[in-house]
């Protein structure tokens, strides 16, 4: 419901389907970033972004029709340069259900408390372009997990980060495919704990592959009849 001016980049950052093709025949700015890694692309698109207001989006959430509108009142607030809102998973288990619901809780209650959120998620965060110039964007160095927390803090530094509990975004639970214990031992504790730990503490990251989690289209099936 959005009635002012935007315009739509879509970052193809490797795909092996429709996705140029569909990008252009919706009229979308359609920028390659050959070099694999969601920061690369985040920064890629960023940078090339000319707008004021910069806003993030994934390729397998779904937004709201208020959503863009919701945004830009936000942004009226000239003190606000960082915006943040909910994210959850559809057709998600019960165990990714029930932790994010304890995330949104937490981030509601730490924003009444101090005025900013805990932590955010990239696929619905926003900013001022003239804030993301002047921390530097993205530190392309941390291309594994925790580029969007350091893009936060860097952020937050400078200025008001705001929590809109109404801007809720809806993304794709295919990350947690491989269960609970994967998703604790190895997603949470391994690739996030300890790379947090390490980088207050040493100031580096441990290099951890992202894998792609890009689904294959289903195969045609033969069908034999008798």
Known sequence: DYSGNYEVIVVDNGSHDRTAEVARS??????????????????????????????QADADSVFPENWLSTIA?????????????????????????FNNLLHILMN???????????????????FRR??????GGYNTSIPTYGDEHDF???LNR?????????????????R??????????????????VNYITYHLRGFYISVKREDIREEPPKARRIVRG
């Open 73 to 97: 009142r936000s942004f009226n607030d000239r003190n606000i340069i960082a915006l943040s809102g909910p994210v959850k998973y559809m057709r998600a288990p019960f165990w990714v259900s």
């Open 158 to 174: 400078k200025g008001k980060v705001k929590y809109e509990p109404g801007l809720i975004v809806y993304t794709s639970s295919r």
């Open 26 to 55: 919706f009229g979308a700015r359609l920028i390659s970033c050959p070099q694999k890694g969601v920061v690369f692309a985040r920064q890629k698109g960023a940078d090339l972004a000319e707008a004021d207001i910069i806003v």
């Open 152 to 154: 936060f803090v860097r």
């Open 108 to 126: 509601w209650l730490y924003f009444k408390l101090f005025h900013r959120p805990l932590v955010i998620r990239a696929a619905n965060f926003h």
């Open 176 to 193: 947690f495919k491989k269960g609970f214990l994967y998703y604790i031992f190895v997603d949470f504790f391994y690739r996030i704990i």
């Open 130 to 135: 003239q804030a993301f110039l002047e921390i």
